[in-house]
Nanobody
Framework: QVQLVEAGGGSVQAGASLRLSCAAS????????MGWFRQAPGKERELVAG????????YYRDSVKGRFTISRDNVKNTAYLQMNSLRPEDTAVYYC?????????????????WGQGTQVTVSS
């Protein structure tokens, strides 16, 4: 089992940057594939970016390609989401999630462990 705690959200102007972190404790972090999801009011939770347990493979949804970067540090047991050139449509609660054995899945049901979420608000 792994516990996840996000940090780094906030309120920024369009064009600004934020770096989210997801600190893991418990069972070996390096065995989990990690995803960053977001959920805006009235919308479904969607996968923003994912990274495999080794860091060798990543995924980005089209709307964030070239602006967001997912990474992980298996020594520090932490995953990151660097978000640049933020837009108002990026406003949401961001969650990190962990899964085992399924690779990077876009389905939230594939992830067995979730953080509490961190709010990101981007104003125009």
């Amino acid at each position: 089992q792994v516990q996840l705690v996000e940090a780094g959200g906030g309120s920024v102007q369009a064009g600004a940057s934020l770096r989210l972190s997801c600190a893991a404790s418990g069972r070996a972090f390096s065995s989990y594939d990690m995803g960053w999801f977001r959920q805006a009011p009235g919308k479904e939770r969607e996968l923003v970016a994912g990274v495999t347990w080794s860091g060798a493979s990543t995924y980005y949804r089209d709307s964030v390609k070239g602006r967001f970067t997912i990474s992980r540090d298996n020594v520090k047991n932490t995953a990151y989401l660097q978000m640049n050139s933020l837009r108002p449509e990026d406003t949401a609660v961001y969650y990190c999630a962990a899964s085992v054995g399924v690779g990077i899945s876009t389905a939230s049901s594939s992830y067995g462990y979730w953080g509490q979420g961190t709010q990101v608000t981007v104003s125009s």
